[in-house]
């Protein structure tokens, strides 16, 4: 990374108690449950050789923090993922957004907890589609001063998304809000941080290596 000597750190390391497909128990440094990316970021995942915009600076991916929670499929193609987290550290925040606020484990403060949950659908009936939403809710301040005053900095983020595939075609689309209250507390004069940031991407992703080379089990998909 961009530290002097070097950096290494752990994505995630968490523990699942499989108790039933409706409800199950996960614990540990876990991975925000929110965006296309942030869950599932490696490369040959998604399309492109950056991450999207929206998905490192809005959804700062790759996001992970302390806590626990519950996970399940409660009806046929419909899941969801709901955690309590340690919060962000608005003392990190910028003019960049929130993404230095990540406690990623080793650096989290545990005064202020945040809630994250996620629902996503796939329908039976149209096979390939996947829609879905999530949230991270929860007070930044971790029982710190800004410019002389102890604030909670609320912190809401939300997300919404599709994903369809059919015969080839590989179709996303993804839009995010976030908001950040008090801070007017946080801003100096070199760094003012927005108190809201919205932010959107639609992608397109077709597979031709069959129309290249039928016999192929390969994949390419511009």
């Known amino acids: 990374g961009s530290e002097e000597k070097g950096e290494v750190s752990v994505e995630f390391s968490q523990l699942d108690f499989l108790l039933n497909p409706k409800y199950n128990f996960r614990t540990g440094l876990m991975l925000v449950p929110m965006g296309f990316i942030n869950e599932m970021h490696e490369p ?3 399309h492109g050789n950056r991450r999207p915009d929206v998905e490192q600076y809005i959804i700062p991916s790759t996001w992970r923090e ?3 929670g ?4 409660i ?8 955690y309590a987290m340690n919060g962000l550290n608005a003392s990190n ?5 929130i993404k230095e606020g990540r406690g990623g484990g080793s650096n989290s ?18 096979p390939g589609l996947m829609v879905g ?8 301040g971790q029982a710190q001063t800004y410019n002389s005053a102890k604030v909670d900095v609320f912190t809401q983020l939300y997300e919404g998304h599709v994903q369809y595939k059919y015969r080839g075609w590989e179709l996303r689309a993804l839009g995010a809000f976030g908001k950040i209250n008090n801070t007017q507390y ?6 003012i941080v927005g108190k809201e940031n919205f932010g959107w991407y639609v992608e397109a992703a077709h597979d031709i290596m069959p129309l290249l080379w039928k016999e192929s089990n390969q994949y390419l998909a511009p």
């Open 93 to 97: 925040f910028s003019s960049k957004g």
């Open 66 to 68: 302390m806590g626990a």
């Open 44 to 46: 040959t995942t998604f």
């Open 75 to 82: 009806l046929p193609g419909l899941e969801y993922r709901v």
């Open 186 to 191: 946080l801003n100096t004069a070199d760094n």
């Open 70 to 73: 519950m996970f399940g499929e």
């Open 109 to 126: 403060k545990a005064e202020d907890f945040a809630i994250s949950g996620r629902v996503d659908y796939s329908p039976d009936k149209i």
């Open 133 to 140: 939403a999530a949230t991270f809710l929860g007070n930044s």
